[in-house]
């Protein structure tokens, strides 16, 4: 049973009991859901909150919005809901604009260290992981050099810092349905290259390009 949502968690709150309500058969799979304004009557809210759940759910594929018709629940919906790593972004505090914008601040300067302290072994090291092993996905190979530039900086509270985003940051990336770009591995490298070339300005340059396409994906 749906009812008025909470003011201090509004979108959470709404997400929640929405995301509640499927998974209780409340809406059948395919089915079509009320429209924003008797959803917004309903949870007491502006059709603008609703609208922004229902888009957040939509781009999950847990909703399919049929222009002209409304909007339905995907078939899939449960089983969609069913990740756990999915369901936690849904119910993040943080919007992935400001995970974005942590990643800069933090990868940033993790890279510009990291060019400065690198050692021979690491910049070796690092070379291999961007060649990758057979049968490794190219998220696996991602994550991988995101991590070692992190080690590379030297700082231990940075790289405890990050540790404690990642689960987020993927989480996020399966809820957004980010698909890494045909460019990512080129990005890869050149950011590999300045830290090689130590350059610590042209390695940061190349970390900022290569985030911002995953900010400027989603905006």
Not at 16 to 29: L, T
Not at 158 to 179: G, P
Request: charged fraction near 25%; aromatic fraction near 8%.
């Amino acid at each position: 049973m749906l009812k008025r949502a909470n003011r201090s968690t509004l979108h959470g709150d709404i997400m929640q009991q929405m995301i509640k309500a499927i998974q209780e058969r409340q809406w059948a799979p395919g089915s079509k859901l009320p429209s924003e304004l008797e959803l917004a009557e309903t949870f007491g809210v502006s059709r603008t909150s609703i609208r922004e759940v229902l888009k957040a759910l939509a781009h999950s594929g847990v909703l399919e919005a049929h222009p002209g018709k409304g909007t339905f629940l995907s078939p899939s919906a449960e089983e969609i809901l069913s990740g756990t790593k999915l369901t936690a972004a849904m119910f993040s505090e943080y919007t992935y604009t400001e995970l974005i914008e942590v990643r800069r601040l933090l990868e940033g300067q993790a890279v510009y260290w990291a060019t400065e302290r690198a050692s021979p072994e690491d910049i070796a090291r690092l070379e291999e992981l961007l060649k990758g092993n057979e049968g490794e996905t190219s998220f696996e190979i991602h994550d991988k050099f995101h991590t070692a530039i992190v080690e590379m900086s030297g700082n231990r509270l940075l790289i405890k810092l990050m540790a404690s985003l990642r689960d987020e940051i993927v989480a996020q990336r399966e809820f957004h349905n980010v698909v890494l770009p045909d460019t990512d591995r080129q990005q890869q490298w050149q950011i590999f290259e300045a830290i090689k070339s130590r350059s610590p300005k042209k390695a940061f340059d190349a970390m900022m390009k290569h985030i911002n396409v995953f900010w400027e994906k989603l905006a």
